[in-house]
């Protein structure tokens, strides 16, 4: 059974990951929502109004209440710096399996934050949540993802074609990547220690 504990503040060597507030309208707008260079990679087309960020971070903030709603904010742990998000969503109760998004602000890629932060998301979803299964899928011609899933440990289970249309009404095939709770555990994933302490 999924043991759900919400979206706690989780620290990392250079992140903290928590809970989106209000206020973070501008500058997710500005840091990645608006930025096709970030959103051709996803399904949801970018932002052209600060007025649509503002929508969706109030829509993210109203579902903190709920205990199975995972998703955060990705901050600089030196500066405070708001680079990015990343949220687990679709939880299965009969299989205990779920999966994991993210995006980081342009400026910010190729310097490991992303791996960073999914290896985290990865160890509290199998240590705090009890997770059998996490997934995620990125389309190939997005490789730079691909490379973040299988450095996090996941591996890729196929390709499936046409699997997402984007908002440029363009088809993409998608890589399937998974991590189980006892690859975690076997491969010594466990022992890691990303998250250096847990929050609330
Ligand atoms: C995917 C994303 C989060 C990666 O974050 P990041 O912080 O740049 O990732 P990291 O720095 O931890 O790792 C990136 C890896 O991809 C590699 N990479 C970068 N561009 C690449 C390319 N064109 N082809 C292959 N590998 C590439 C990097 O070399 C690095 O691997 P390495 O450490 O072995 O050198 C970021 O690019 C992003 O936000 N993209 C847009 C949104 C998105 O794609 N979200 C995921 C949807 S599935």
Redesign the pocket.
Known sequence: MITYIGTPKLETERLILEKFEPGDAQKVFDHWISDER?TD??VSAAHTAVSQTVEKVAGIVSQYEKEDFCYWAVKLKGSGELI?EIDLYDFDEETGNCEV????GYR?????????ALRAVIEFGFRHMNLHKIA???NTD????G??MS?AGMVQEGIVRDMIRNSKDQYKDCAIYGILEGEYFSKGLSDKGYILNVKG
């Open positions: 970030v990679n996803r990015g998004s993210y995006s980081l910010w890629w190729n310097q490991g934050y992303g791996t960073e995620a899928a990125h997005n490789p730079a993802s490379r973040v450095k």
